[in-house]
């Protein structure tokens, strides 16, 4: 198991952004693929993106396409998810994970951060 702990979340307003954080407490972050999900009250688990272990390849959820740019770095064992052009629809706790690949459904997905609260205000 990974230790993993997002941040950068907050309250915004609609139209604005936020860029998360995760930062894993492993030597072997270059390893893993790494997603970002979201789960809002009475929803179901959303996948946002995905990015590989280099950064050179990545994927979207039709909610982030378009507005969410994941990105990596690995001398700092940290994955970022850039939001812009925030809506209220967006808010939701927000978390990052581990994955063998880009190819992985959110089941195969193994160790989890605790998650980082996103409000975005009308």
């Known amino acids: 198991q990974v230790q993993l702990v997002e941040s950068g979340g907050g309250l915004v307003q609609a139209g604005g952004s936020l860029r998360l954080s995760c930062t894993a407490s492993?030597?072997?972050?270059?390893?893993?693929?790494m997603g970002w999900f979201r789960q809002a009250p009475g929803k179901e688990r959303d996948f946002l993106a995905v990015i590989n272990w280099s950064g050179a390849i990545s994927d979207y959820g039709g909610s982030a396409q378009g507005r969410f740019a994941i990105s990596r770095d690995n001398a700092k064992n940290t994955v970022y998810l850039q939001m812009n052009s925030l809506k209220p629809e967006d808010t939701a706790i927000y978390y990052c994970?581990?994955?063998?690949?880009?190819?992985?459904?959110?089941?195969?997905?193994?160790?989890w951060g605790q998650g980082t609260q996103v409000a975005v205000s009308s």
């Open positions: 994970a581990t994955s063998e690949s880009v190819n992985c459904g959110p089941n195969e997905y193994t160790s």
């Open positions: 492993t030597r072997a972050f270059r390893d893993y693929a």
